[in-house]
């Protein structure tokens, strides 16, 4: 697939997608954490999740606000114990390559 998937998803779906972009800007103005401790936590979740893709754009999106390579491997690997080492090697690979803005 050449094109992005949330593009498709804003150009299938404007109303939606709007919605959903206001949610993630309710959830980006929450005070109590940091913009980088909470992209950490979004390579987590996107890890637990099994979603390679998430934990690229997140990994990007971390390192923009100041996280290091090893915390964000961190942030995959804290997940072997709750999600599996499945995921967590399918997610690893995903991470670095957002780290160094393979996207």
Excluded: W
Aim: glycine share 6%.
């Amino acid at each position: 697939m050449s094109q992005n998937p949330y593009e498709i998803f804003q150009t299938e779906c404007p109303e939606v997608a709007a919605r959903f972009n206001d949610l993630i800007g309710a959830q980006k103005a929450l005070k109590s954490l940091d913009a980088k401790t909470k992209q950490l936590i979004n390579i987590a979740i996107q890890t637990a999740n099994r979603n390679p893709r998430g934990v690229q754009m997140h990994a990007m999106m971390a390192k923009n606000e100041g996280a290091t390579r090893e915390e964000i491997v961190a942030a995959v690997v804290l997940n072997l114990h709750h999600s599996g080492f499945a995921k967590v090697l399918e997610c690893l690979p995903a991470a670095i390559d957002g780290f160094e803005g393979k996207i």
